[in-house]
């Protein structure tokens, strides 16, 4: 009998499960080297399909290919009716869990972190206690072998399979290196890293396992990326972007020397940096620079770039391709961008088709999409995870980071730069303080990594004299006891434009933005903007190309945006409004005035519109009450910060106010009906210390398990955003609604990667509230039954302001 793993009808053959045990077996152990873990993940790439080999499953794949006809064989079986049913991932684990188990009290802890991969690798990590304090992980291994068919598949194995089960379980050295990794990482926070380490392990098996059937399925696809180039090469290419610089203005030199401060410190230990630079002070590059010179210094993998929101990713990225993937170099070899969410959040077989799993150089991502490789459900997004292991990690403007998630990353970056032999660099020209948070809980560690003491961990050395130099503008506060209404907000916009020639209106809702875009039309500029998250990247990309090259001629440019313009985005206007926000928010505006110093001081005005509700918007409440107590404080003793409000002395006050009032929200508070019960998402993934109990009180005695944490009950509560959006592709301009009419016409795994990859730049992500009301409108429909990839009716997308919730353009009928 032959037992299979997969089947390709388009080919008519079949992947032998002895041939793809044995391969992801050793994709597994490969990616593992750098955890040095490469016989545990040999061994669980061995076993995570082990149950294959019952008939239960064999008949039911080749009933669901046809191999079986219902009509004729009798071993055939209803495949749609047994979807799901058929349990083919215990057997594994619990072959595991005895066969170690019974070799001493270190085997059976390494037992548990193997079997819980293998049991977890279709549904995402299990529980090992659930909230109500069951033990989750002792009931999964302890199914009846009439559910998990341990024993016939031990009877049906390959012998090959066998024999290499027998000599990794019985090695002493698998053993070793894992109970190594286990007390390695015995620190402050012991529970949460042994967590982080057993995802890590289950990352590598589950890409492997990805990765093998896909390239089953798909044997003449070529490899998206080319042959990496050497960091050297890339080096060189920066190097000779750099060496064009001039030094004709003041800011130029200090653009240089802070350049310069980068790449010496690139030639640092691994460890934990900050780069503290006031906006405009070239920390793009700068600090590409110093990623290169240092993956190069320490052999490390790739670098990884975080960006705060989708709607910046593009222009860093575009920054980084232009350096590194010069004329004549294969597109996407290098840089990789890594953002949007078209495909549906639940896996399905197309998604783990054509993820992304950060396989390149050069990683441009969002802050979402590194939380969710670190904590989310499923198997969707960690299996990039342990792609972050001798990588070279950036985080762009890293203030912006949500507060519920401050514990949990704090956690998560010290165990990764001491841990899995990387360096993490905090980019921004405002400190959030990390390192002063509840040690207890989890506060990050700055440094070397060998020696974590907080000191010489700026790569800057002179802040506060850099801060001095780089100080630009005058921040006037205009709030009013009654705030300001849209009318009175574009007539000073108006004002600003008569006396300074251009002026960015910064404002805190998508809603409040367009609001006052309407207002300013009657005005009759000759180049007015909107920009929001409500336009693709391909829309705002254009826009802010046109808008750069106006003001760079002196044009008359008046733009209203929401703050995603504050974070990377490279423009230099005359004067700036900025809606009351934290003063995090409004320094961030500010450099986006007078950005390049071509003039004396420049104005940046705060003001309190009272059309905009931010009522539900709890960061931005908190922030604009401390920004309102700083500047009291400042008001009364401006010298105490250097005559500075956006210096670094005021930053520090800021945050500790800041921090102060957001402390019970940074371990991630979870409540009814999220969770189970009121607790942090920090305890559940450490200790667990509430589940525990009710294990105690309910069977008087304490669980035997090293790892007692509700895994996928938390994964399953966090997210990084409170209302995670759905990534919808807009036909904006001919090249967007190509790629849907590509979409609509032709959706086949083998060309859907490069279509989808070409369609996040025509994507808007839409929050659920406003997508169900676009459905209501049918405004939206699939590109094809049953792949949950949406896009948008073009009568409801403007050329000006993008994604519209009312029509706005001539009627279309959507047909998929």
Known sequence: MEFIAHYDKRRDRSQSLAVHLAEVSALAEGYAMKLHLPRCAALIGLLHDLGKYS?????YIKSAVGLLDQDVDEEAVDPIERKGKVDHSTAGAQWIWSELGKQGAESRVAAQFLSLCIASHHSGLIDCLAPDGTNVFDRRTNKTDASTHLTEALSKADGAIKERM???ANDPQLRNELISAIKNVADEQPFFNWGLLVRFLFSCLIDADRTNSAEFEHPHRRKRLGEAPQWQELIDRLEKHLSGFTSARAIDALRNDIAQHCLDAAQRERGTYTLTVPTGGGKTLASLRFALHHAQKHGMERIIYVIPYTSIIDQNAQVAREVLEPAGTQPGCVVLEHHSNLTPEKDTWRNKTLSETWDAPVIYTTTVQLLETLFAAGTRDVRRLHRLSKAVIMFDEVQTLPIKTFHLFCNAMNYIVEHCESTVLLCTATQPLLHELDGKKGKLRLGPF??????????????????????RVDVLDLRRPNGWSTAEVAELARKCMQDHGSCLVIVNTKAMALALYKECLSHGYDHLFHLSTNMCPAHRKRD???LAALLERDESVLCISTQLIEAGVDVDFGSAIRSHAGLDSIAQAAGRCNRNGRHAKRPVYVVNPTDEKVGMLEEIKVGQDDFARFMRDFAGNAPEFGNNPLGEAAMKRYFTYYFFNRSGSMPYPVEPPKFERTDTLLNVLSSNGMALA?????????????LRQSFMSAAKAFRAIDSPAQGVIVPYGDEGSK????????????????LLRRAQQYSVNVFPNVLRRLQDEYAVAEIQEGTGILYLNKQYYDDHTGLSELPVNKQETLTA
């Not at 009710?694 to 090293?706: S, Y």
């Open 55 to 59: 008939d239960e499953f064999q008949n």
């Open 166 to 168: 027998d000599q990794l």
């Open 450 to 471: 060998n020696n974590r003491s907080n000191e010489g961990s700026e790569l800057m050395p002179d802040v506060k004299r850099l801060f001095s130099d780089l100080e």
């Open 544 to 546: 802010l190309v046109w």
């Open 694 to 706: 009710e294990h105690e009180r309910n069977f008087r005695t304490k669980p035997d398990l090293l």
């Open 739 to 754: 790629v849907i009419g590509e979409l609509c016409a032709k959706y086949d795994p083998t060309t859907a990667y490069e």
